[in-house]
């Protein structure tokens, strides 16, 4: 399928079910004929942005006005209520993707913004609109304005809450069918319980006196729980969807659950109890994926660290097992015998400096986590600094075939901890020369308003933008550098240690067309962590 007709179905998809579903919210006692607190097409278009992006804003400007020109509203009333929806659904998504949200809600954190930039912030936009709009049009209300503002809001966050969460999971990822008869069995008794329990507790009383004792929405918990243990994300917005399309149908008959004056403030609070479970839910599927994640990480750092100690160990005792059996050659040794022994030992020597590395890392980590990574500012000139990194470098990089350029065109001298910012540089490098598939590497480095800023740019492999956020974080590699050494803490130990200087470490970076790794550091660093715990400052030396 071409760009062009894969874009133009998704306009048409996004108009379609845009306006579908709108007609489907106005037919529940709208008031004025134009707000309701169900209103399912804000989740829509939030997705939809989110998803597919923001150029898709016309097919939901589109949409909106008719929909809203269908109610009998003025033409210029209509256009003012598209605008609101179409600047709610374009900063609501710009919002999430600025802040790094993941559609897969596989994270505490991605939940919280979908309520905070999303359904507790972009809505504001749209019902502020609507309520300007339908002043302006001075059409006839049955409630006042503020009580109008709040059902328009309410609506379009119900939106947001439910809607769009189903279809980020459900659209995010391809879907997985399973082939065990026991988990579809598993899979129809929830969705038969919670039919029929959500209709025990919405739908009209019954005359069975046990079950009206009994009736509350607190029974819905355990099987939307059930849900969330055992069905993750796409269960617990499908099991929500479910309970909601329940509870909101009910709310037409007298006898709903909910007790309440008017149709629609029984939607408002059934909106309410679904808003509160729906958020809870999400939360609880959300920190059950990371702790999947967090154990997943746990036993593959467990695989990758014994993997790295063991290969340096394995040399290691081969090259001291070599030393000995030259050492034990009856004297007098002749120099070819001293010569080799030499070599023994001087590899044993690297082998231990890698293994000595290796465990430094891990201790770096484990006093990042605990907040004790001490820093030790003196006065370093960057190009010493930067040259004896190079020079320990050289022959790896030549072996690679990656020749490292330098280009420091005039002097930088700041206030820094020599061995942390040592240890940074040393990693972007030796990083070049691991994944820049044998190509020139180009170390630069310039000052301006006192800060350096040193970029390590390689020809190499390049990283996805879905990876890129994910390397600064302890023990995350990438999946396809499994062949080359590494524990996947090297980015993360530099990164903490520039915000510890007041400076950042980023990547900019294009899969198959390299990467360039940045470090900005304050030629001034201040002289208590930021980001680590409180640094010790010696004197500077000069
Ligand atoms: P390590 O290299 O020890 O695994 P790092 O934290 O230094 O750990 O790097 C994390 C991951 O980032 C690496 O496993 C690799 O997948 C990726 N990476 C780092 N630098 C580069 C680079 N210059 N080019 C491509 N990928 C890189």
Redesign the pocket.
Known sequence: MTAGIRRSLDYAVVFVAYAATARIGLSFDALAGIATTVWPPTGIALAALVLRGPQLWPAVSLAAFVVNVMTGIPVWGAAIIAAGNTLEAVVGAGLLRRFSFDPRLGRVRDVLLLVGCAALGSTLISATFGVAAAALANLPRAESYPVFWAVWWVGDAMGNVLIAPLICVWASAPLRVSRRPLRWLECGLLVAALTVVSAMVFRQPTNIRAIELVRGTYALAPLLIWAALRFEQRGTTAALLLVSVIAVSATASEGSYFAARTPHERLLMTDCYMAVTTISMLMLAAALAERRAAIGVRDEFISIASHELKTPLTALKLRLAAAVRTQRRPAPRDVDAEEKLGRSLRAAGTTTDRLVSLVD?LLDASRLTAGRLALHLESVPLIDLVRDVVGRLREQAQEAGSPIGVEIPEPIVGRWDRSRVEQIVT??L???I???AGRPIQLTAHAANDRMRLD?K?A????SRA?QSR??QAF???T??NR???????????RQIAVAHGGSLS?D?KPEH??T?TLELPLEAPTSGAGISAATSRPPVS
Do not use: H, M, P, W
């Open positions: 890392d990693n972007l030796s990083n070049a691991k994944y820049g390590v390689d190499g492999v390049g990283i990876d390397i600064f995350e590699r990438v396809s550098a080359v050494g590494g524990l996947g803490l090297g980015l993360y130990i530099g990547v970076s390299g990467s790794f």
